[in-house]
């Protein structure tokens, strides 16, 4: 579970710095797909990741809007305002939190119970889907896109005990 979290985070500093190469005017403007362009989406992601945290924890969830932070200097802080809040809440994750339940009232009255492990690996795969949204955008724009490989990020070392001769 870590992993993947420090994985989309390397991935999402990455998108930031080629943000830095894009015009503002690109970073805004509507793209088919997605909740609108660059920007909105990193956004998204940052908030989509705290407010399922948030929701774990029994804490308010986040509800401002994109607004209100729609340059790429106030999206990159409120994901390191959030970091502060999501990283712990990661890196103590602990096998008897994936069943913990987690009631989800719908409106019709009833509620959905999911658990806990299934709802952070949504979080996990949510960012991933934007990313190859993102993806496909930055082609759109010209650019070559950050890459989603996950090898070579140094987020798993091999044990050099075991390592052949």
């Known amino acids: 579970m870590k ?77 390191k305002e959030f970091k502060q809040d999501v990283e712990p809440f990661v890196n103590s994750w602990n096998a008897e939190m994936e069943t913990r339940p987690l009631d989800i009232p719908r409106l019709d009255g009833t509620v959905e119970i999911l658990a806990w492990g299934e709802v952070m690996r949504h979080v ?13 955008w930055s082609r759109e724009v010209g650019k070559p896109p950050v890459s989603a490989n996950l090898i070579r990020k140094g987020l798993i070392q091999p044990n050099e005990t075991q390592l052949q001769d």
Request: with cysteine; net charge negative; charged share 25%.
């Open 3 to 79: 992993t993947l979290f420090q994985y989309n985070w390397i991935v999402r500093e990455q998108w930031y710095q080629w943000c830095e190469e894009t015009t503002p005017e690109e970073l805004q403007r509507v793209r088919v797909g997605g909740v609108g362009g660059i920007l909105h989406t990193l956004f998204h992601i940052v908030d989509v990741e705290w407010s399922w945290i948030r929701v774990l924890q029994d804490k308010p969830d986040f509800q401002e809007d994109f607004e209100n932070y729609n340059t790429l200097e106030k999206v990159r802080n409120l994901d």
């Open 124 to 136: 996990i795969a949510h960012e991933i889907h934007h990313v190859g949204q993102l993806s496909v």
